[in-house]
């Protein structure tokens, strides 16, 4: 089963709003990542987690801190965001982060900053 | 760093033809090539994958092809049918330094007309 779960599907939020986006898998998979993509464009990679530690920020705004409570969890806070984040946000999971390692995307999470 | 080129950009067949998108890469270092697809509200689906020490591979009516010489790889649909319509996406995963890092493509618009 290559389920990755995320929640929620739809979010609408003021730009000084706090909410959190969230993730779960079973697979266990050691490697856990956060994308973002916008309308017609390639997702673009925003932190790795791997053994539960962050090995990867692509240089995110500190508006967006993630967070990784154990192998299976993986949590995106959002704070004080502005309506150029509106996107959808895709949690993955691999089974490492090794170069030939299969990454799987969860459904996605739609976020709109009005 | 790694910089993944694909094109056409979209491409439009008839039912029943074949489609072939083209990618190149600049990192000599990848060695995992994925090919995603994604349709429209959708998160994106691994379809095909190729490891540099493959120089083919087929799935049913998807093939994939990889020349490690020329950096470039090509995914191949046969006997097209409109539900592959959809954004296709070619990535490379460099290995080294970049663990976890997917380059993706900028991503192929197939429509399959009836």
């Known amino acids: 089963d290559t389920e990755v779960t995320q929640t929620p599907k739809h979010l609408v939020m003021g730009m000084t709003n706090k909410k959190s986006l969230k993730c779960e898998q079973h697979?266990?998979?050691?490697?856990m990542y956060w994308y973002k993509q916008k309308a017609k464009k390639p997702p673009e990679l925003m932190f790795v987690y791997s053994y539960e530690k962050l090995s990867i920020n692509e240089s995110v705004p500190s508006r967006f801190s993630p967070e990784c409570p154990n192998s299976s969890l993986l949590n995106l806070h959002l704070h004080a965001l502005q309506p150029e984040d509106s996107a959808l946000y895709l949690c993955?999971?691999?089974?490492?982060?090794?170069?030939?390692?299969?990454?799987?995307f969860g459904e996605g999470s739609w976020l709109t900053v009005v | 760093g790694e910089n993944v080129e694909q094109h056409p950009s979209t491409l439009s067949v008839q039912e029943g033809d074949s489609a072939v998108i083209k990618c190149t890469y600049s990192d000599s270092a990848s060695n995992y090539f994925p090919w995603y697809k994604q349709e429209l509200g959708k998160r994106p689906q691994l379809i095909i994958d190729?490891?540099?020490?493959?120089g083919e591979k087929k799935d049913q009516r998807i093939a994939v092809t990889l020349n490690k010489t020329a950096k470039h790889f090509s995914l191949h649909i046969t006997e097209t049918q409109p539900e592959d319509s959809a954004v296709y996406f070619c990535?490379?995963?460099?290995?080294?330094?970049?663990?976890?890092?997917?380059?993706f493509g900028q991503g192929t618009i197939l429509t399959v007309h009836p």
């Open positions: 990535a490379a995963n460099a290995g080294g330094t970049s663990y976890g890092k997917l380059t």
């Open positions: 993955a999971s691999s089974q490492a982060t090794g170069s030939r390692n299969t990454i799987y």
């Open positions: 190729i490891r540099s020490n493959v």
């Open positions: 697979m266990g998979h050691r490697a």
